[in-house]
């Protein structure tokens, strides 16, 4: 029943042979359980729950909210995109039902008639006296063992194009996402039409991505000639109530928002931290809202950058690691942390914090790049500040069409770091200096590719 669901059959089958075949059972006996194969919720809520916990990107973000949706409204289709983005799951899904079937035949479930939609709520009460224990054992059972096995897949079989969930057609019929059912987060524009003096860019913890990504649109900003605008970066938690437009990522948005408490701020979308492309409809935006004020400047350029003292503490010859090869992103991120841990960065705990940082939020910034980092409460962990450098020449796939070829791993300590992650976010702009670094063969090689001395 549930590959059939997913190609839009489940209607065919549910009231054009189980629901017939249902009523006359109902006739003799009460009840049946025809009606609780296609309406049975439980093994399709237990996967959305186990991609809730071991997803990533979007889907992660999303499953919440679709289970509600599922749960509650008796909408499956925005079910259906989370297995089409990743076919495997579909396993978990139907080990719940067969569990869930079984005790529902032990037990003597079944229900008077077909719960339509089918939510939770319908089937409690289309539910007869005497199948109450059986139908709520079953369907809870099978929710167990959906999530059991979907949290097995997810971790055995990683990678699934679980950020694709609004691309999919079956038969030319658009599958529906929880996007069709819940208002988009994207963009927000302030109803203002006072000047950009200030704008934030934000990440999850403010450590390394927001740092890198407002190192690039400064650059932007005064080959646009907004060289007066100030950029800061920061977490999405702690948006200063001052700024004007605040960049950060669509699934963070929400967030800033509740941080920044303010109608007069302006919040963008950005997929891409060090993709020059990605900030053009801030810069479209600023531009509407500052024309006479565009003057541009000379853009720094990271050969032009002296290099200093600090940059040797900060990312030392030995944090540098040449020809890796990693399976997971975990793997990657283990191995990053662990070059800072070994060399006195960090404490080995913090490298935990590293890999939960990625799974409330991909740490790929885009191309080609990936920055493990910890999270606001790692300060602790961070001995002094440092970055390392891993070299991965065949890629680690963060995502769909997220493939890293350079980790960089970051401890950042009173902002010590910032001045050496403001070079190397300039050098990794252009992607022709990241296919430098994925082919050197020494690590002297990528230092002179990040003019570090």
């Given at each position: 029943?549930?590959?059939?669901?997913?190609?839009?059959?489940?209607?065919?089958?549910?009231?054009?042979?189980?629901?017939?075949?249902?009523?006359?059972?109902?006739a003799?006996?009460?009840?049946?359980?025809?009606?609780?194969?296609?309406?049975?919720n439980?093994?399709?809520?237990?996967?959305?729950f186990?991609?809730?916990?071991?997803?990533?990107?979007?889907?992660?973000?999303?499953?919440?909210?679709?289970?509600?949706?599922?749960?509650?409204?008796?909408i499956?289709?925005?079910?259906f995109?989370?297995?089409?983005?990743?076919?495997?799951?579909?396993?978990?899904?139907?080990?719940?039902?067969?569990?869930?079937?079984?005790?529902?035949v032990?037990?003597?479930?079944g229900?008077?008639?077909?719960?339509?939609?089918?939510?939770?709520?319908?089937?409690a009460?289309?539910?007869?006296?005497?199948?109450?224990?059986?139908n709520?054992?079953?369907?809870?059972?099978?929710?167990?063992?959906?999530?059991?096995?979907?949290?097995?897949?997810?971790?055995?079989?990683?990678?699934?194009?679980?950020?694709?969930?609004?691309?999919?057609?079956v038969?030319?019929?658009?599958?529906?996402?929880?996007?069709?059912?819940?208002?988009?987060?994207?963009?927000?524009?302030?109803?203002?039409?006072?000047?950009?003096?200030?704008?934030?860019?934000?990440?999850?913890?403010g450590?390394?991505?927001?740092?890198?990504?407002?190192?690039?649109?400064?650059?932007i900003l005064?080959?646009?000639?907004?060289?007066?605008?100030?950029?800061?970066?920061?977490?999405?938690?702690?948006?200063?109530?001052?700024?004007?437009?605040?960049?950060?990522?669509?699934?963070?948005?929400?967030?800033?928002?509740?941080?920044?408490?303010?109608?007069?701020?302006?919040?963008?979308?950005?997929?891409?931290?060090?993709?020059?492309?990605?900030?053009?409809?801030?810069?479209?935006?600023i531009?509407?809202?500052?024309?006479?004020?565009a003057?541009?400047?000379?853009?720094d350029?990271?050969?032009?950058?002296?290099?200093t003292?600090?940059?040797?503490?900060?990312?030392?010859?030995?944090?540098?690691?040449?020809?890796?090869?990693?399976?997971?992103?975990e793997?990657?991120?283990?191995?990053?942390?662990?070059?800072?841990?070994?060399?006195?960065?960090?404490?080995?705990?913090?490298?935990?914090?590293?890999?939960?940082?990625?799974?409330d939020?991909?740490?790929?910034?885009?191309?080609?790049v990936a920055?493990?980092?910890?999270?606001?409460t790692?300060?602790?962990?961070i001995?002094?500040?440092?970055?390392?450098?891993?070299?991965?020449?065949?890629?680690?796939?963060?995502?769909?069409?997220?493939?890293?070829y350079?980790?960089?791993?970051?401890?950042?300590?009173?902002?010590?770091?910032l001045?050496?992650?403001?070079?190397i976010?300039?050098?990794?702009?252009?992607?022709?200096?990241?296919?430098?670094?994925?082919?050197?063969?020494?690590?002297e090689?990528?230092?002179?590719?990040?003019?570090?001395?």
């Amino acid at each position: 029943m549930a590959p059939a669901q997913v190609l839009f059959l489940n209607n065919v089958v549910n009231h054009g042979i189980l629901a017939p075949i249902g009523y006359a059972q109902a006739a003799e006996a009460g009840k049946s359980i025809m009606f609780l194969v296609d309406t049975n919720n439980g093994p399709l809520l237990g996967t959305l729950f186990a991609i809730a916990l071991a997803g990533r990107g979007k889907a992660k973000n999303t499953a919440p909210m679709a289970m509600f949706i599922a749960g509650i409204a008796g909408i499956g289709e925005v079910y259906f995109p989370f297995v089409l983005a990743n076919p495997i799951l579909v396993f978990a899904t139907m080990g719940g039902l067969a569990v869930s079937l079984f005790l529902q035949v032990l037990m003597g479930g079944g229900l008077i008639g077909v719960a339509s939609p089918g939510s939770l709520i319908n089937i409690a009460i289309m539910t007869p006296k005497d199948a109450i224990v059986a139908n709520f054992v079953s369907i809870l059972a099978g929710f167990i063992v959906s999530t059991l096995i979907a949290l097995f897949l997810l971790k055995t079989f990683a990678g699934g194009k679980d950020d694709d969930l609004e691309e999919f057609n079956v038969g030319g019929r658009q599958v529906k996402s929880v996007a069709n059912f819940v208002p988009a987060v994207g963009e927000t524009i302030a109803k203002t039409t006072s000047k950009i003096k200030k704008i934030i860019v934000a990440c999850d913890s403010g450590m390394g991505s927001s740092a890198m990504g407002a190192s690039v649109l400064k650059n932007i900003l005064k080959k646009s000639g907004y060289a007066d605008i100030s950029v800061e970066h920061s977490s999405a938690n702690q948006i200063a109530p001052d700024a004007d437009l605040v960049i950060t990522l669509d699934s963070l948005i929400e967030r800033a928002k509740l941080a920044g408490g303010s109608d007069s701020i302006s919040y963008l979308p950005v997929n891409n931290f060090l993709k020059e492309d990605d900030y053009k409809p801030a810069i479209d935006f600023i531009a509407s809202r500052n024309q006479a004020t565009a003057t541009k400047t000379e853009v720094d350029d990271p050969d032009d950058l002296v290099p200093t003292k600090n940059e040797a503490k900060v990312l030392p010859k030995e944090n540098i690691k040449l020809h890796q090869h990693f399976r997971t992103p975990e793997e990657a991120i283990e191995a990053a942390g662990q070059v800072l841990a070994s060399n006195g960065f960090v404490d080995t705990t913090y490298i935990d914090d590293m890999l939960k940082r990625n799974e409330d939020l991909s740490v790929y910034v885009g191309n080609h790049v990936a920055v493990p980092h910890g999270l606001e409460t790692s300060d602790p962990k961070i001995k002094k500040s440092g970055l390392s450098v891993l070299q991965v020449p065949e890629g680690v796939e963060f995502g769909p069409d997220e493939i890293a070829y350079v980790i960089i791993g970051i401890a950042g300590k009173s902002d010590t770091h910032l001045e050496m992650l403001t070079k190397i976010s300039l050098v990794l702009m252009d992607e022709a200096n990241v296919e430098k670094i994925r082919s050197a063969e020494s690590e002297e090689e990528i230092m002179a590719v990040l003019n570090i001395s």
